[in-house]
């Protein structure tokens, strides 16, 4: 049972990078509903109605084009996103279909398309399996399997499992992924934005304010990605790629009225990238 579970572990992601991700997806989504159950419990959810709206429509536009865009990616029954009363800029997303997103990220993330660009990134990141296949990485192949044979009993209790390990919210969040995950995640989720009907050239204008907003050192969301120039640069690479696929698209309008009429006051001072 545990060679099975080895060798299927053995797999690609949607871009086609070869990856060992060994522990079973069900097994992710346990760990994943626990992590964002914990972050519930710490964090206040925001009661700023007019961001919830925004930030779940743009996830719904994102979240519609998965099958789409990479068909046969392994996906959750269902999704649910949860805007957070914490002034950081900040967003993640962990395998059992749970999106997180900071409400100080919308003063930073300055329209959809750019809120689009953080949650697309996110989305990416369990697509692409990222969490198991640095998981695995973490505890090592030995340590992988006896855990899978643990669980193989089918009398082992999840949150004791997790307790015991130190894992918690280290699992989705404080799991630093690999400069390979970033760079994956960011192309994967600039197509899932352009797919959604987002421009994805509003994605570098969106890591310049993260830079700006770090005021010269990274944010705690950036600690582990790569530097802002080297992921504008890749991303203006990708964008003769992306930018067909946003032409073909139908445009993605999550305004409410109240947006609405802001642009409308502000449309003569707009910000130019």
């Not at 992590?35 to 709206?53: E, G, N, W, Y």
Request: hydrophobic share 40%.
């Amino acid at each position: 049972m545990l060679l099975i579970f080895a060798l299927s572990g053995c797999d690609q992601t949607p871009t086609g990078r070869e990856q060992l991700a060994l522990i079973p997806d069900s097994m992710m989504a346990d760990f994943g509903r626990e992590t964002f159950l914990q972050i519930q419990q710490q964090i206040p959810v925001s009661s700023d109605d007019q961001a919830r709206q925004q930030v779940q429509c743009v996830a719904n536009q994102l979240l519609s084009r998965i099958e789409a865009r990479f068909p046969g990616s392994p996906l959750p029954q269902t999704w649910e996103v949860v805007v957070f009363a914490n002034d950081t800029p900040n967003a993640f997303a962990v395998a059992g279909g749970k999106i997180g997103v900071h409400q100080g990220l919308l003063a930073v993330a300055e329209s959809d398309d750019q809120l689009a660009a953080v949650i697309g990134h996110e989305i990416a990141h369990v697509l692409a399996r990222h969490g198991n296949e640095r998981l695995t990485q973490e505890l090592g192949i030995k340590a992988t399997l006896m855990l899978i044979g643990l669980f193989s009993e089918g009398d082992t209790d999840m949150e004791s499992v997790i307790q015991a390990l130190g894992l918690g919210a280290h699992l989705g969040i404080a799991l630093p992924f690999s400069r390979a995950h970033e760079e994956e995640a960011d192309l994967m989720g600039l197509e899932l934005m352009a797919s959604a009907g987002f421009d994805p050239r509003e994605s570098i204008a969106l890591w310049r304010n993260m830079a700006a907003a770090g005021g010269g050192q990274p944010l705690e969301f950036l600690s582990t990605h790569p530097n802002h120039d080297s992921r504008i640069e890749a991303l203006q690479e990708r964008m003769e790629v992306a930018l067909p696929i946003y032409q073909q698209a139908n445009r993605a309008d999550c305004e409410t009225p109240d947006q609405a009429s802001r642009e409308r006051v502000s449309s003569s001072g707009k910000r130019g990238w």
